[in-house]
Protein backbone atom coordinates (compact mmCIF):
# COMPACT_ATOMS: atom_id res chain seq x y z
CA UNK A 1 0.00 0.00 0.00
CA UNK A 2 1.00 3.74 -0.56
CA UNK A 3 0.05 6.32 1.05
CA UNK A 4 0.55 9.35 -1.07
CA UNK A 5 1.16 13.01 0.44
CA UNK A 6 2.45 13.46 3.91
CA UNK A 7 1.60 11.14 7.29
CA UNK A 8 1.47 13.18 10.14
CA UNK A 9 0.78 12.24 13.96
CA UNK A 10 -0.01 15.07 15.72
CA UNK A 11 0.41 16.34 19.51
CA UNK A 12 -3.20 15.74 19.67
CA UNK A 13 -2.27 11.94 19.49
CA UNK A 14 -0.64 11.67 22.86
CA UNK A 15 -2.03 9.22 24.94
CA UNK A 16 -3.55 7.57 21.63
CA UNK A 17 -2.12 5.67 19.62
CA UNK A 18 -1.81 5.97 15.63
CA UNK A 19 -0.94 2.94 13.17
CA UNK A 20 0.58 2.86 10.03
CA UNK A 21 -0.35 0.27 6.92
CA UNK A 22 1.38 -2.65 6.23
CA UNK A 23 4.11 -1.72 4.00
CA UNK A 24 3.43 2.03 3.82
CA UNK A 25 5.63 4.11 1.55
CA UNK A 26 4.81 7.87 2.74
CA UNK A 27 6.34 10.55 0.76
CA UNK A 28 7.20 12.21 4.55
CA UNK A 29 6.59 10.76 7.98
CA UNK A 30 6.26 13.16 10.74
CA UNK A 31 5.63 12.03 13.98
CA UNK A 32 5.23 14.87 16.82
CA UNK A 33 6.78 15.56 20.23
CA UNK A 34 4.11 13.46 23.16
CA UNK A 35 2.71 11.38 20.00
CA UNK A 36 2.91 7.38 20.39
CA UNK A 37 2.93 5.75 16.91
CA UNK A 38 2.19 2.32 16.04
CA UNK A 39 3.67 0.11 12.79
CA UNK A 40 1.06 -1.78 11.50
CA UNK A 41 3.99 -2.62 8.16
CA UNK A 42 7.43 -1.69 7.52
CA UNK A 43 7.78 2.23 6.76
CA UNK A 44 10.07 2.69 3.06
CA UNK A 45 11.57 5.72 2.49
CA UNK A 46 12.02 6.36 -1.39
CA UNK A 47 12.96 9.62 -3.52
CA UNK A 48 13.11 12.71 -1.02
CA UNK A 49 10.77 11.59 1.75
CA UNK A 50 12.18 12.60 5.08
CA UNK A 51 11.31 10.96 8.51
CA UNK A 52 10.97 13.03 11.65
CA UNK A 53 10.16 12.10 14.50
CA UNK A 54 10.34 13.81 18.23
CA UNK A 55 11.61 17.01 19.22
CA UNK A 56 14.54 17.34 21.58
CA UNK A 57 12.89 20.34 23.51
CA UNK A 58 9.41 18.54 23.59
CA UNK A 59 7.56 15.51 25.16
CA UNK A 60 8.91 12.41 24.56
CA UNK A 61 7.73 10.21 21.95
CA UNK A 62 6.82 6.47 21.78
CA UNK A 63 7.17 4.70 18.92
CA UNK A 64 6.15 0.48 18.47
CA UNK A 65 7.51 -1.15 15.84
CA UNK A 66 5.37 -4.51 16.55
CA UNK A 67 8.44 -5.95 14.54
CA UNK A 68 8.72 -4.26 11.68
CA UNK A 69 11.26 -1.83 11.00
CA UNK A 70 12.05 1.96 8.67
CA UNK A 71 14.16 1.51 5.50
CA UNK A 72 15.19 2.90 2.39
CA UNK A 73 13.88 1.64 -0.74
CA UNK A 74 17.07 1.64 -2.52
CA UNK A 75 20.13 3.76 -2.98
CA UNK A 76 18.51 6.67 -4.47
CA UNK A 77 16.51 7.52 -1.83
CA UNK A 78 17.61 11.44 -0.68
CA UNK A 79 15.83 11.96 1.84
CA UNK A 80 16.10 13.03 5.77
CA UNK A 81 15.97 11.16 8.54
CA UNK A 82 15.29 12.68 12.42
CA UNK A 83 14.53 10.39 15.40
CA UNK A 84 14.94 12.33 18.95
CA UNK A 85 13.83 12.05 22.24
CA UNK A 86 11.36 9.04 21.62
CA UNK A 87 11.06 5.48 23.36
CA UNK A 88 11.52 3.17 20.61
CA UNK A 89 10.33 -0.48 21.35
CA UNK A 90 9.95 -3.66 19.02
CA UNK A 91 11.35 -2.46 16.04
CA UNK A 92 12.55 -5.28 14.12
CA UNK A 93 13.33 -9.08 14.90
CA UNK A 94 16.22 -11.09 15.61
CA UNK A 95 18.27 -11.38 12.87
CA UNK A 96 16.78 -8.43 10.75
CA UNK A 97 16.91 -4.65 10.71
CA UNK A 98 15.50 -1.97 13.14
CA UNK A 99 16.47 0.86 10.61
CA UNK A 100 17.99 0.49 7.85
CA UNK A 101 19.00 2.84 5.31
CA UNK A 102 20.71 3.73 2.34
CA UNK A 103 22.01 7.72 3.14
CA UNK A 104 23.11 10.29 1.15
CA UNK A 105 21.62 13.47 3.29
CA UNK A 106 21.57 13.95 7.09
CA UNK A 107 20.59 11.46 9.67
CA UNK A 108 20.39 12.80 13.48
CA UNK A 109 19.12 10.10 16.11
CA UNK A 110 19.62 11.37 19.75
CA UNK A 111 18.13 10.69 23.08
CA UNK A 112 16.29 7.99 22.09
CA UNK A 113 15.91 4.61 23.83
CA UNK A 114 15.21 1.49 21.61
CA UNK A 115 14.57 -1.45 23.63
CA UNK A 116 13.20 -5.13 21.96
CA UNK A 117 14.86 -3.80 18.95
CA UNK A 118 17.04 -4.90 16.26
CA UNK A 119 19.93 -3.61 14.26
CA UNK A 120 20.54 -0.04 13.14
CA UNK A 121 22.58 -0.35 9.48
CA UNK A 122 23.74 2.58 7.28
CA UNK A 123 25.23 2.85 4.00
CA UNK A 124 26.87 6.21 3.38
CA UNK A 125 27.15 8.22 0.36
CA UNK A 126 27.41 11.56 -1.07
CA UNK A 127 27.47 14.19 1.53
CA UNK A 128 25.74 11.93 4.36
CA UNK A 129 26.05 13.12 7.21
CA UNK A 130 25.49 11.34 10.43
CA UNK A 131 24.73 12.23 14.13
CA UNK A 132 24.13 9.29 16.89
CA UNK A 133 24.22 10.83 19.83
CA UNK A 134 22.91 9.85 24.08
CA UNK A 135 20.85 7.20 23.02
CA UNK A 136 20.72 3.90 24.74
CA UNK A 137 20.52 0.98 22.98
CA UNK A 138 18.86 -1.72 25.86
CA UNK A 139 20.15 -4.61 27.51
CA UNK A 140 16.83 -6.67 25.75
CA UNK A 141 17.88 -6.05 22.39
CA UNK A 142 16.62 -8.76 19.90
CA UNK A 143 19.73 -8.72 17.88
CA UNK A 144 21.51 -11.99 17.35
CA UNK A 145 23.76 -12.89 19.55
CA UNK A 146 25.93 -16.68 18.96
CA UNK A 147 28.24 -17.66 21.24
CA UNK A 148 30.17 -19.66 19.04
CA UNK A 149 30.68 -17.06 15.65
CA UNK A 150 30.80 -13.40 16.14
CA UNK A 151 30.37 -13.54 12.39
CA UNK A 152 27.19 -14.96 12.45
CA UNK A 153 26.23 -12.65 15.58
CA UNK A 154 24.90 -9.20 15.10
CA UNK A 155 25.60 -5.96 14.92
CA UNK A 156 24.04 -3.08 17.38
CA UNK A 157 25.62 -0.03 14.85
CA UNK A 158 26.85 -0.93 11.36
CA UNK A 159 27.91 2.03 9.07
CA UNK A 160 29.19 1.23 5.24
CA UNK A 161 30.49 3.73 2.98
CA UNK A 162 32.46 7.21 2.84
CA UNK A 163 30.98 9.88 2.54
CA UNK A 164 31.69 13.94 3.13
CA UNK A 165 29.02 15.01 5.91
CA UNK A 166 29.98 15.32 9.46
CA UNK A 167 29.89 11.41 11.59
CA UNK A 168 29.87 11.25 15.12
CA UNK A 169 28.52 8.20 17.67
CA UNK A 170 28.61 10.06 20.57
CA UNK A 171 27.54 9.74 24.70
CA UNK A 172 25.27 6.34 24.06
CA UNK A 173 24.88 3.82 26.16
CA UNK A 174 24.91 0.11 24.39
CA UNK A 175 24.47 -2.45 26.64
CA UNK A 176 24.29 -5.59 23.42
CA UNK A 177 26.15 -6.03 20.32
CA UNK A 178 29.13 -3.98 18.97
CA UNK A 179 29.65 -0.97 16.94
CA UNK A 180 30.53 -2.39 13.20
CA UNK A 181 32.81 0.52 11.22
CA UNK A 182 33.43 -0.96 7.44
CA UNK A 183 34.98 0.56 4.89
CA UNK A 184 33.76 4.04 5.79
CA UNK A 185 36.23 7.16 7.61
CA UNK A 186 36.16 10.42 9.21
CA UNK A 187 34.44 9.21 12.44
CA UNK A 188 34.36 10.51 15.85
CA UNK A 189 33.62 7.70 18.49
CA UNK A 190 33.24 9.56 21.83
CA UNK A 191 32.32 9.23 25.56
CA UNK A 192 30.22 5.79 24.91
CA UNK A 193 29.51 3.51 27.81
CA UNK A 194 29.65 -0.36 26.00
CA UNK A 195 28.95 -2.94 28.27
CA UNK A 196 27.47 -5.91 27.27
CA UNK A 197 27.28 -9.31 25.63
CA UNK A 198 29.70 -8.97 22.39
CA UNK A 199 30.18 -5.29 22.73
CA UNK A 200 33.18 -3.77 21.44
CA UNK A 201 33.75 -1.10 18.79
CA UNK A 202 35.24 -3.10 15.09
CA UNK A 203 36.80 -1.04 12.86
CA UNK A 204 37.13 -2.74 8.93
CA UNK A 205 39.25 -1.43 6.38
CA UNK A 206 38.61 1.98 7.46
CA UNK A 207 40.07 5.52 6.86
CA UNK A 208 40.68 7.88 9.60
CA UNK A 209 38.81 7.30 12.57
CA UNK A 210 38.75 8.44 16.77
CA UNK A 211 38.07 6.31 19.71
CA UNK A 212 38.07 8.49 22.52
CA UNK A 213 36.78 8.53 26.02
CA UNK A 214 34.90 5.41 25.75
CA UNK A 215 34.22 2.42 28.48
CA UNK A 216 34.36 -1.01 26.91
CA UNK A 217 33.70 -3.93 28.79
CA UNK A 218 32.74 -6.80 26.67
CA UNK A 219 30.86 -9.25 27.69
CA UNK A 220 31.26 -13.20 26.78
CA UNK A 221 33.63 -15.55 28.49
CA UNK A 222 34.21 -18.48 26.27
CA UNK A 223 32.46 -16.74 23.71
CA UNK A 224 34.45 -16.99 20.22
CA UNK A 225 35.96 -13.63 19.36
CA UNK A 226 35.33 -10.89 21.98
CA UNK A 227 36.37 -8.08 21.50
CA UNK A 228 36.75 -4.68 23.07
CA UNK A 229 38.74 -2.76 20.35
CA UNK A 230 39.59 -4.55 16.90
CA UNK A 231 41.08 -2.36 14.27
CA UNK A 232 42.08 -3.69 10.73
CA UNK A 233 42.41 -0.50 8.83
CA UNK A 234 46.06 -0.96 7.13
CA UNK A 235 45.20 2.02 4.77
CA UNK A 236 43.73 4.61 7.38
CA UNK A 237 44.59 6.03 10.66
CA UNK A 238 43.12 4.52 13.81
CA UNK A 239 43.39 6.63 16.97
CA UNK A 240 42.48 4.93 20.09
CA UNK A 241 43.06 7.27 23.12
CA UNK A 242 41.69 8.46 26.62
CA UNK A 243 39.27 5.17 26.99
CA UNK A 244 38.66 2.75 29.62
CA UNK A 245 38.75 -1.04 28.49
CA UNK A 246 37.77 -3.91 30.85
CA UNK A 247 38.14 -7.61 29.43
CA UNK A 248 37.75 -9.80 27.58
CA UNK A 249 39.80 -12.47 25.66
CA UNK A 250 41.15 -9.76 22.49
CA UNK A 251 40.97 -6.73 25.25
CA UNK A 252 42.12 -4.64 21.93
CA UNK A 253 43.95 -4.71 18.92
CA UNK A 254 45.39 -2.85 16.09
CA UNK A 255 46.23 -4.21 12.46
CA UNK A 256 47.33 -0.68 10.66
CA UNK A 257 48.57 2.85 11.15
CA UNK A 258 47.57 4.85 14.25
CA UNK A 259 48.48 5.33 17.78
CA UNK A 260 47.03 3.53 20.83
CA UNK A 261 47.32 5.95 23.82
CA UNK A 262 46.66 7.23 27.49
CA UNK A 263 44.60 4.32 28.13
CA UNK A 264 43.67 2.33 30.91
CA UNK A 265 43.42 -1.51 29.56
CA UNK A 266 42.16 -4.29 32.29
CA UNK A 267 42.21 -8.07 32.49
CA UNK A 268 42.32 -9.49 29.39
CA UNK A 269 41.60 -13.35 28.98
CA UNK A 270 43.45 -15.59 27.13
CA UNK A 271 45.10 -12.93 24.18
CA UNK A 272 46.81 -9.96 25.69
CA UNK A 273 45.97 -6.38 26.83
CA UNK A 274 47.46 -5.13 23.24
CA UNK A 275 47.91 -7.62 20.10
CA UNK A 276 49.63 -5.62 17.16
CA UNK A 277 51.50 -6.13 14.06
CA UNK A 278 55.02 -5.85 13.21
CA UNK A 279 54.58 -4.09 9.62
CA UNK A 280 51.49 -1.98 10.66
CA UNK A 281 52.92 1.19 11.67
CA UNK A 282 50.78 1.05 15.16
CA UNK A 283 52.10 3.20 17.74
CA UNK A 284 51.54 1.90 21.38
CA UNK A 285 51.92 4.59 24.20
CA UNK A 286 51.39 6.22 27.92
CA UNK A 287 48.77 3.49 28.18
CA UNK A 288 48.17 1.95 31.92
CA UNK A 289 47.94 -2.31 31.47
CA UNK A 290 46.95 -3.49 34.61
CA UNK A 291 45.84 -7.19 35.83
CA UNK A 292 43.26 -6.53 38.62
CA UNK A 293 42.67 -9.82 41.38
CA UNK A 294 39.04 -9.55 40.05
CA UNK A 295 40.50 -11.25 37.30
CA UNK A 296 42.36 -15.18 37.46
CA UNK A 297 42.61 -16.29 34.16
CA UNK A 298 45.35 -18.30 33.84
CA UNK A 299 46.69 -18.71 30.43
CA UNK A 300 47.33 -15.07 28.96
CA UNK A 301 49.80 -14.56 26.08
CA UNK A 302 51.31 -11.39 27.17
CA UNK A 303 51.23 -8.01 28.34
CA UNK A 304 51.79 -7.64 24.11
CA UNK A 305 51.87 -9.62 21.27
CA UNK A 306 53.48 -8.87 18.23
CA UNK A 307 52.18 -10.75 15.01
CA UNK A 308 53.77 -11.02 11.81
CA UNK A 309 51.42 -10.92 8.40
CA UNK A 310 49.79 -13.63 7.67
CA UNK A 311 50.30 -14.68 5.13
CA UNK A 312 53.63 -12.85 4.25
CA UNK A 313 53.91 -10.47 2.34
CA UNK A 314 56.26 -10.03 -0.88
CA UNK A 315 58.42 -8.03 -0.58
CA UNK A 316 58.35 -8.22 3.48
CA UNK A 317 57.63 -4.73 4.55
CA UNK A 318 60.22 -3.01 7.26
CA UNK A 319 58.64 -3.66 10.77
CA UNK A 320 57.01 -0.26 11.91
CA UNK A 321 55.64 -0.64 15.16
CA UNK A 322 56.71 0.49 18.21
CA UNK A 323 55.64 0.04 21.76
CA UNK A 324 56.92 2.92 24.77
CA UNK A 325 56.40 4.96 27.12
CA UNK A 326 53.88 2.47 28.79
CA UNK A 327 53.27 0.66 32.51
CA UNK A 328 52.19 -2.54 32.68
CA UNK A 329 51.67 -3.83 36.15
CA UNK A 330 50.62 -7.90 35.73
CA UNK A 331 49.39 -8.20 39.82
CA UNK A 332 52.52 -9.82 41.15
CA UNK A 333 51.21 -13.04 43.79
CA UNK A 334 47.70 -11.77 43.40
CA UNK A 335 47.66 -13.22 39.97
CA UNK A 336 48.31 -16.59 38.36
CA UNK A 337 50.72 -15.36 36.16
CA UNK A 338 51.36 -14.77 32.56
CA UNK A 339 53.51 -15.44 28.85
CA UNK A 340 55.34 -12.44 29.96
CA UNK A 341 55.60 -8.79 29.10
CA UNK A 342 56.20 -8.67 25.56
CA UNK A 343 55.93 -11.73 22.93
CA UNK A 344 57.77 -11.33 19.79
CA UNK A 345 56.54 -13.35 16.95
CA UNK A 346 57.92 -10.81 14.39
CA UNK A 347 60.12 -8.21 14.12
CA UNK A 348 59.01 -4.75 16.68
CA UNK A 349 61.04 -1.86 15.58
CA UNK A 350 61.48 0.17 18.96
CA UNK A 351 60.47 -1.00 22.66
CA UNK A 352 61.20 1.92 24.89
CA UNK A 353 60.98 3.86 28.05
CA UNK A 354 58.31 1.13 29.48
CA UNK A 355 57.92 0.11 33.10
CA UNK A 356 57.00 -3.54 33.25
CA UNK A 357 56.14 -4.93 36.94
CA UNK A 358 55.01 -7.68 38.49
CA UNK A 359 54.73 -9.99 36.17
CA UNK A 360 55.71 -14.01 36.65
CA UNK A 361 56.10 -16.72 34.64
CA UNK A 362 54.03 -19.73 35.07
CA UNK A 363 55.86 -23.26 33.90
CA UNK A 364 53.51 -23.46 31.04
CA UNK A 365 55.35 -20.37 29.44
CA UNK A 366 58.80 -19.13 28.78
CA UNK A 367 61.53 -18.12 31.48
CA UNK A 368 62.12 -14.66 29.63
CA UNK A 369 59.93 -11.25 29.97
CA UNK A 370 60.65 -10.42 26.47
CA UNK A 371 61.04 -13.18 24.05
CA UNK A 372 59.37 -16.06 22.50
CA UNK A 373 58.15 -17.98 25.71
CA UNK A 374 61.86 -20.07 25.18
CA UNK A 375 61.98 -22.47 28.00
CA UNK A 376 65.97 -21.89 27.65
CA UNK A 377 67.47 -18.45 27.19
CA UNK A 378 68.58 -18.28 23.08
CA UNK A 379 72.49 -17.40 22.65
CA UNK A 380 72.88 -15.77 20.46
CA UNK A 381 69.78 -13.59 21.07
CA UNK A 382 67.36 -14.00 17.60
CA UNK A 383 67.24 -10.06 16.30
CA UNK A 384 63.83 -9.34 16.63
CA UNK A 385 64.14 -6.01 18.20
CA UNK A 386 65.13 -3.18 16.60
CA UNK A 387 65.68 -0.85 19.70
CA UNK A 388 65.33 -1.54 23.39
CA UNK A 389 66.32 0.81 26.01
CA UNK A 390 65.27 3.03 29.02
CA UNK A 391 63.11 0.56 30.17
CA UNK A 392 62.87 -0.36 33.73
CA UNK A 393 62.03 -3.95 34.84
CA UNK A 394 60.76 -4.93 38.69
CA UNK A 395 59.77 -8.04 38.99
CA UNK A 396 61.43 -10.14 41.43
CA UNK A 397 59.58 -13.72 41.44
CA UNK A 398 61.65 -16.46 41.13
CA UNK A 399 60.11 -18.21 37.91
CA UNK A 400 61.61 -14.90 35.81
CA UNK A 401 65.00 -16.03 34.60
CA UNK A 402 65.78 -13.04 32.05
CA UNK A 403 64.55 -10.04 30.79
CA UNK A 404 65.31 -10.41 27.00
CA UNK A 405 64.77 -13.72 25.06
CA UNK A 406 65.72 -12.08 21.89
CA UNK A 407 68.18 -9.21 20.61
CA UNK A 408 69.18 -6.18 18.51
CA UNK A 409 71.47 -6.92 15.67
CA UNK A 410 74.87 -5.78 16.62
CA UNK A 411 74.52 -4.73 19.59
CA UNK A 412 75.65 -6.34 23.39
CA UNK A 413 73.18 -6.17 26.06
CA UNK A 414 73.29 -3.59 29.11
CA UNK A 415 76.79 -2.54 27.35
CA UNK A 416 75.57 -0.93 23.62
CA UNK A 417 72.74 2.21 24.03
CA UNK A 418 70.16 0.81 21.84
CA UNK A 419 70.12 -2.47 23.46
CA UNK A 420 69.30 -1.99 27.46
CA UNK A 421 72.52 0.22 28.16
CA UNK A 422 69.86 3.13 29.31
CA UNK A 423 67.49 0.49 31.09
CA UNK A 424 67.10 0.70 34.54
CA UNK A 425 69.85 1.34 36.35
CA UNK A 426 71.94 2.38 33.68
CA UNK A 427 74.72 0.36 32.76
CA UNK A 428 73.23 -2.05 35.37
CA UNK A 429 73.47 -5.97 35.74
CA UNK A 430 72.29 -7.74 32.48
CA UNK A 431 68.62 -8.65 34.68
CA UNK A 432 68.35 -5.86 37.26
CA UNK A 433 65.12 -5.24 39.05
CA UNK A 434 64.60 -2.36 40.35
CA UNK A 435 61.28 -0.88 42.21
CA UNK A 436 59.53 1.88 40.08
CA UNK A 437 58.24 3.81 43.87
CA UNK A 438 54.91 4.60 42.12
CA UNK A 439 52.97 6.82 44.69
CA UNK A 440 50.01 4.98 45.38
CA UNK A 441 48.62 3.28 47.00
CA UNK A 442 48.10 0.69 44.26
CA UNK A 443 45.09 -1.06 43.93
CA UNK A 444 44.84 -5.32 43.44
CA UNK A 445 40.84 -4.99 42.65
CA UNK A 446 39.14 -2.59 40.38
CA UNK A 447 38.95 0.99 42.16
CA UNK A 448 35.63 1.75 40.61
CA UNK A 449 32.18 0.51 40.57
CA UNK A 450 31.20 -0.27 37.25
CA UNK A 451 27.48 0.00 38.01
CA UNK A 452 28.56 3.76 39.01
CA UNK A 453 29.27 3.70 35.47
CA UNK A 454 26.43 2.38 34.18
CA UNK A 455 24.50 4.93 36.34
CA UNK A 456 26.21 8.03 35.36
CA UNK A 457 27.53 8.75 38.43
CA UNK A 458 31.71 7.55 37.48
CA UNK A 459 33.04 9.02 34.23
CA UNK A 460 35.90 7.80 32.24
CA UNK A 461 37.65 10.79 33.35
CA UNK A 462 37.14 10.08 36.70
CA UNK A 463 38.48 6.60 36.39
CA UNK A 464 41.69 7.91 34.41
CA UNK A 465 42.62 10.56 36.75
CA UNK A 466 42.08 8.19 39.69
CA UNK A 467 44.73 5.55 38.31
CA UNK A 468 47.18 8.58 37.04
CA UNK A 469 47.11 9.47 40.93
CA UNK A 470 47.97 6.40 41.88
CA UNK A 471 50.95 4.87 39.38
CA UNK A 472 52.57 8.47 39.30
CA UNK A 473 56.28 8.40 40.19
CA UNK A 474 56.51 9.24 43.48
CA UNK A 475 59.24 12.19 43.87
CA UNK A 476 59.40 11.76 47.85
CA UNK A 477 60.70 8.48 46.88
CA UNK A 478 63.25 9.10 44.47
CA UNK A 479 61.67 7.14 41.76
CA UNK A 480 64.02 5.98 39.18
CA UNK A 481 61.27 6.59 36.54
CA UNK A 482 61.36 10.47 37.23
CA UNK A 483 62.90 12.13 33.98
CA UNK A 484 64.66 8.86 32.81
CA UNK A 485 62.87 8.23 29.34
CA UNK A 486 64.44 7.83 26.19
CA UNK A 487 64.96 11.96 25.16
CA UNK A 488 63.40 10.64 22.03
CA UNK A 489 59.65 11.81 23.65
CA UNK A 490 61.73 14.92 24.30
CA UNK A 491 62.83 16.57 27.67
CA UNK A 492 61.05 15.69 30.70
CA UNK A 493 60.06 12.19 29.61
CA UNK A 494 59.94 9.55 32.31
CA UNK A 495 59.85 5.83 31.95
CA UNK A 496 56.20 4.56 31.86
CA UNK A 497 53.00 6.02 31.49
CA UNK A 498 52.79 9.07 33.47
CA UNK A 499 55.19 12.27 34.31
CA UNK A 500 56.18 13.25 37.60
CA UNK A 501 59.17 15.60 36.79
CA UNK A 502 59.88 17.71 34.19
CA UNK A 503 57.22 18.81 31.81
CA UNK A 504 56.26 17.19 28.53
CA UNK A 505 53.78 17.24 26.05
CA UNK A 506 53.11 13.59 25.71
CA UNK A 507 52.19 12.92 29.11
CA UNK A 508 48.37 13.06 28.77
CA UNK A 509 47.21 10.03 30.36
CA UNK A 510 44.63 11.06 32.74
CA UNK A 511 44.30 14.42 31.35
CA UNK A 512 41.19 14.28 29.19
CA UNK A 513 39.85 15.89 31.95
CA UNK A 514 40.46 17.84 35.23
CA UNK A 515 43.50 15.43 36.37
CA UNK A 516 42.33 16.15 39.91
CA UNK A 517 38.93 15.05 39.57
CA UNK A 518 38.17 11.36 40.62
CA UNK A 519 35.01 11.83 41.59
CA UNK A 520 33.45 9.33 43.87
CA UNK A 521 36.07 6.75 43.50
CA UNK A 522 36.79 6.23 47.15
CA UNK A 523 37.83 2.93 47.21
CA UNK A 524 37.11 0.55 50.44
CA UNK A 525 40.74 -0.70 52.02
CA UNK A 526 39.70 -4.21 50.51
CA UNK A 527 40.39 -3.29 47.05
CA UNK A 528 44.20 -2.60 48.21
CA UNK A 529 44.40 -6.03 49.43
CA UNK A 530 44.66 -9.86 47.60
CA UNK A 531 45.23 -13.25 48.59
CA UNK A 532 48.23 -14.96 47.53
CA UNK A 533 47.18 -17.32 44.84
CA UNK A 534 49.86 -20.03 43.50
CA UNK A 535 51.92 -19.40 40.33
CA UNK A 536 50.31 -21.60 37.80
CA UNK A 537 51.72 -24.73 35.98
CA UNK A 538 54.61 -24.25 39.12
CA UNK A 539 57.45 -22.07 37.95
CA UNK A 540 61.01 -21.17 38.89
CA UNK A 541 60.62 -20.96 42.25
CA UNK A 542 63.46 -19.09 43.97
CA UNK A 543 66.08 -20.07 41.38
CA UNK A 544 68.25 -16.91 40.63
CA UNK A 545 67.68 -15.11 37.03
CA UNK A 546 70.14 -16.56 34.57
CA UNK A 547 71.93 -14.15 32.57
CA UNK A 548 72.19 -14.94 28.74
CA UNK A 549 75.44 -16.02 27.86
CA UNK A 550 77.59 -18.85 26.96
CA UNK A 551 77.36 -21.16 24.53
CA UNK A 552 74.12 -22.83 22.74
CA UNK A 553 71.02 -22.36 24.88
CA UNK A 554 70.71 -22.24 28.71
CA UNK A 555 68.68 -24.64 30.20
CA UNK A 556 66.37 -23.79 33.38
CA UNK A 557 66.35 -27.22 34.18
CA UNK A 558 67.13 -27.12 38.40
CA UNK A 559 64.24 -29.39 40.69
CA UNK A 560 61.77 -26.65 41.68
CA UNK A 561 61.66 -25.08 38.12
CA UNK A 562 58.29 -26.84 37.81
CA UNK A 563 57.52 -29.37 34.46
CA UNK A 564 55.56 -26.92 31.25
CA UNK A 565 51.85 -27.92 32.06
CA UNK A 566 49.94 -27.87 28.45
CA UNK A 567 48.69 -25.12 27.64
CA UNK A 568 44.70 -24.74 26.03
CA UNK A 569 46.71 -22.18 23.40
CA UNK A 570 50.14 -22.86 23.41
CA UNK A 571 52.79 -24.16 25.60
CA UNK A 572 55.92 -22.21 23.65
CA UNK A 573 54.79 -19.47 21.29
CA UNK A 574 56.69 -19.39 17.85
CA UNK A 575 56.62 -17.21 15.02
CA UNK A 576 54.29 -20.28 13.84
CA UNK A 577 52.09 -20.71 16.25
CA UNK A 578 51.31 -16.61 15.83
CA UNK A 579 50.42 -17.12 12.71
CA UNK A 580 48.30 -20.29 13.80
CA UNK A 581 46.25 -17.71 15.84
CA UNK A 582 46.04 -14.96 13.77
CA UNK A 583 44.25 -17.65 11.46
CA UNK A 584 42.49 -18.39 14.58
CA UNK A 585 40.94 -15.43 15.05
CA UNK A 586 40.11 -14.01 11.39
Not at 271 to 279: G, I
Not at 472 to 493: F, T
Request: net charge negative.
Amino acid sequence: MRISGVVVVGAALAGAVASMPTVARADNVTIAAGAAYTLTGDIVLSGSDSFTAGDPAGARCQIHGGGFSIHSADDTWSGNFSLQNCDVDGLGVEGGMAIQLSLAGALTISKTVFSNSSEVDLTLRDAASVAFTDNVIAVDSVTKVVTTSLDQSQDAFHVKGGSTGSKVFQRNLVRRERLHFELTGDWLVEGNTLVGDRTGIFVDRCGPITIRGNYSHANGLGWNQVKNISAFSTEGNTIVEHNVLVGLAWNTEVHGPGEIRYNLIVNPVERAWVQLWATSNTKVHHNLMIQSSDNQFKEINGGFVVFGDDPPITPTPPPSSEIYNNTFDAGGTCNPGLAGAVTVGDHLLSLRSNAFVNIRLPGWTGITLVGQQDKMVPDPLPSLLGYADYNLFHNPDGSVKANYGVGVAGKTLRADAGFGYNDVPVGGAANAQVDPAFAGPIPHKLAFDEQSVLDGTTSVCHILAYYRRAYAPDPSKSSPLIDAGDPAEGAGNDIGAIGAGADNALDQFGKLCDPNDVGPIAPSQDVFTCATVGLEGGGGGGNPPVPPGGHGFICVCQAGAGAPATAPFVAVLAVAALALARRRRR
